[in-house]
């Protein structure tokens, strides 16, 4: 298994920035494709993006895209998630995910999850 562990959260004004990382860990040879995903208060979990084993496709939710961008080094077995120009509606706990094969939006097609770190934007 892959173990993942997200770090970057806290807390930020509208309009700053964060970068979120998720460190991988173990079994990562089977593993391709990574995504996030958000989950807010009472809202069920939401796609953010996804990316591809080398990083050449990726996909990012229509209401993210331009502000939040995913990207991996895989030398340092990291994914990030660059966000910027952030919004109230932004704050959620983020989550990293791992799964073989090809990048997708669905949530149930992941089979490893990091723990989660909270993003709070403050208006």
């Known amino acids: 298994q892959v173990q993942l562990v997200e770090s970057g959260g806290g807390l930020v004004q509208t309009g700053g920035s964060l970068r979120l990382s998720c460190a991988t860990s173990?079994?990562?040879?089977?593993?391709?494709?990574m995504g996030w995903f958000r989950q807010a208060s009472g809202k069920e979990r939401e796609f953010v993006a996804a990316?591809?084993?080398?990083?050449?496709?990726?996909h990012h939710a229509d209401n993210v895209k331009g502000r939040l961008t995913i990207s991996r080094d895989n030398a340092k077995n990291t994914v990030y998630l660059q966000m910027n120009s952030l919004k109230p509606e932004d704050t959620a706990v983020y989550y990293c995910?791992?799964?073989?094969?090809?990048?997708?939006?669905?949530?149930?097609?992941?089979?490893?999850w990091g723990q989660g770190t909270q993003v709070t934007v403050s208006s």
């Open positions: 173990g079994r990562t040879f089977s593993y391709s494709a």
């Open positions: 995910a791992a799964r073989p094969g090809a990048p997708s939006k669905t949530a149930s097609d992941y089979d490893n």
């Open positions: 990316i591809s084993r080398y990083g050449g496709t990726t």
